[in-house]
């Protein structure tokens, strides 16, 4: 390993750090960005907002509804996210399983805000797809 200009050594990663690398630091990420961005849909559902079409669809709950699930399952994102982050084992069950929940339920939230839904329901396919593609052995941290 070459040292960089000032003459020290950089040390790798280690799962003593705490920290996550790699694919699980992207998934993790990911995971949090969906949960803040369903937390924010939630919170306009809850308040009435205008933003949402009301459509005759087979899935149609009230907007308060639909807000209160989305704040919910967004909460358990950013908790996932967080376990994630923090190199722990538990968080990337919970990842795989909430961001799957989440992808349903942005699916059946489309004919409301169809390209918030869509972009949200691309984010947790790409993160419940690295947490469950890469094994734990190809990123430090996980414990």
């Known amino acids: 390993m070459a040292a960089p200009p000032d003459g020290t050594q950089q040390r790798p990663a280690s799962p003593d750090d705490g ?3 790699g694919p699980y630091l992207f998934g993790g ?9 369903s937390i924010l849909m939630g919170a306009a559902g809850i308040a009435q907002s205008t933003i949402f079409a009301n459509s005759r669809y087979p899935y ?6 639909w807000g209160w699930i989305h704040v919910v399952i967004g909460i358990g994102l950013l908790a996932a996210g967080l376990g994630v982050l923090a190199g722990r084992s ?3 069950g919970a990842g795989i399983a909430l961001g799957a929940v989440s992808l349903v339920t ?3 939230f489309v004919p409301y805000y169809p390209l918030w839904s869509i972009s949200l329901m691309v984010l947790d396919l790409v993160a419940v797809w690295t947490l469950s593609r890469f094994s734990q052995s190809t990123s430090s941290g996980i414990r």
């Open 106 to 108: 942005q699916f059946m």
């Open 19 to 21: 920290w996550v690398t």
């Open 29 to 37: 990420l990911a995971l949090e960005l969906s949960g803040t961005l």
């Open 90 to 92: 538990w968080g990337r």
């Open 60 to 65: 149609g709950f009230n907007l308060t509804a």
